[in-house]
């Protein structure tokens, strides 16, 4: 499909420079970068922190560009003649011309959005192994990674910007995805990254402390996530599946209830939820069996994966499949069969305790793996944790009392330091530790891979050690470099190298 520059300004509320250029076509996509658009496709110039995408529009081989009035004085007084889409700003209408661009795609698609500050990953996981399972073709579009029935593809972000999401969408249309299941993270509600989006179904799973280094305050962090939720919201799904385990799940809840939109509620606790759980047991295997109450009668669910925090993310992945009309028998069975790269994952090299890696790196998911842990352990926990660099510094602290709060050993470790001095980071995790009085064993160590040695020596029959922090990452950033680093390989090595 091709649109010409006159219907991309409507489309924009934009006007076109010069004026007798709207006949132009637009055939070949839009990009932000000017190296990656096609012939005859649409260059959108953003303004950047340092310099305007507008300064580089004649490197780019499009019909088209689309800026800002700085953008088009830039182009113009450095020659450039090229066909301009003129717009107050770009960022603000990338979702609706991406859209407009690749003919709707998430229209011919069921797009499932899930977002909360933990536990996204699971649950798109779940919703995937359970689509699947009962015969759907499943994109998935995560923290992980992009995939398309199973296969691994190409991606940058957790949720890319706008022009390569759309684009990503058509190319899912075309090799016949019927659904996508999508994590939804505040910068990318935010940024506008799925601007243009037709969700059918979007879940809230929790709230607590993380990314106040981009949303000033906790309530600035809610409305970035209701954004997603609101009716008045061009982003609203006539679907909603809200956990209400949290004052934030309730405020969500109350937020999104309007007429025209169906709002399920989910609780491990509260009898007054649309789906909530009645009772649920762990197996010999570790498989938990969940069995849950709802509107429509009673379900067991299996949830493979350790830990309390996952029978929530199990149930809020079970009530969207029910919301899109997929709660299957054959789903049921996938979802039982779900694992998740880096998260509760088990390292087992014949040891007699427990060792998992899990990518928890906020205070309310480490405290969570921690308490899931002290359920499951007969004896200590050690863990292993840190904290990034150029990131939240308020959550340092509230990291290390967490940490001592749950576990008997803490060992401190350098994390991903960035640009910052990883003794500084270290040593707020430290005094955190230390301010929350508890009798547990503290360590600092900042050779990550020194740090899980240490971890593994230390532990006993019936302990638990537990890597938190990285999960799934096979890189550790340090002052601008990233060095080759996976805990569960480092996890791995260090239990093959323990003494009998």
Request: hydrophobic share 40%; glycine share 12%.
């Amino acid at each position: 499909m091709s649109l010409t520059i006159d219907q991309l300004a409507a489309v924009a509320c934009g006007s076109v420079d010069p004026v007798d250029a709207g006949a132009t076509a637009v055939t070949g996509g839009i990009a932000i970068s000017a190296q990656e658009v096609a012939e005859g496709g649409l260059f959108a110039a953003v303004p950047g922190t340092r310099v305007h995408g507008a300064t580089y529009a004649g490197q780019s081989g499009g019909s088209a560009v689309l800026t800002d009035n700085e953008g088009l004085e830039l182009m113009r007084a450095s020659g450039n003649s090229q066909p301009a889409i003129v717009v107050d700003d770009v960022r603000a209408v990338l979702g609706v011309v991406s859209d407009a661009i690749y003919a709707s795609p998430s229209k011919e698609l069921t797009v499932i959005g899930v977002t909360g500050t933990s536990g996204k990953t699971t649950t798109t996981y779940l919703l995937e192994g359970a689509l699947m399972a009962a015969g759907r073709k499943v994109g998935l579009i995560g923290t992980t990674g992009t995939r398309i029935d199973g296969r691994k593809v190409p991606s940058k972000l957790t949720t890319p910007e706008a022009p390569a999401l759309h684009g990503l969408f058509r190319t899912m249309v075309d090799e016949g995805v019927t659904h996508v299941v999508m994590e939804v993270s505040s910068h990318a509600l935010m940024l506008g990254r799925v601007d243009g989006i037709h969700f059918d179904a979007t879940g809230f799973l929790n709230l607590s402390q993380d990314h106040l280094d981009f949303h000033d305050t906790m309530d600035e962090y809610f409305e970035a996530k209701a954004l997603l939720f609101d009716p008045a919201s061009p982003l609203h799904a006539p679907e909603t599946v809200i956990c209400v385990d949290d004052a934030w799940g309730q405020q969500m809840a109350e937020r999104a209830t309007s007429d025209g939109v169906t709002v399920a509620t989910v609780s491990v606790t509260s009898p007054d939820a649309t789906w909530h759980v009645i009772n649920g047991w762990v197996a010999d295997n570790g498989v938990q069996h969940v069995e849950l109450g709802g509107d429509v009668g009673k379900q067991e669910i299996e949830v493979s994966l350790p830990g309390a925090f996952n029978i929530s993310n199990a149930a809020v992945a079970w009530a969207l499949l029910e919301a899109i009309g997929c709660a299957t028998e054959q789903a049921r069975q996938g979802m039982g069969r779900v694992s998740v790269p880096g998260r509760m994952e088990r390292i087992d090299c014949g040891q007699d305790f427990l060792a998992v890696v899990d990518y928890a790196h906020k205070p309310a998911a480490l405290g969570a793996v921690l308490d899931t842990l002290r359920g499951q352990t007969k004896n200590r926990i050690i863990a292993v944790v840190g904290a990034g660099g150029d990131r939240d510094v308020t959550k340092r602290p509230l990291m290390g009392a967490e940490a001592v709060r749950g576990a008997d050993v803490v060992i401190i470790t350098d994390d991903n330091p960035r640009s910052e001095d990883p003794e500084t980071i270290r040593q707020a995790l430290y005094d955190g530790a230390v301010d929350a009085n508890t009798d547990s064993e503290i360590h600092n160590i900042g050779d990550r891979a020194e740090a899980i040695r240490t971890a593994v020596a230390e532990a006993r029959t019936g302990d638990a050690v537990v890597v938190a922090g990285k999960g799934h990452e096979t890189g550790q950033e340090v002052a601008g470099v990233v060095h080759d680093f996976d805990d569960r390989i480092e996890l791995r090595e260090a239990l093959k190298g323990r003494p009998e």
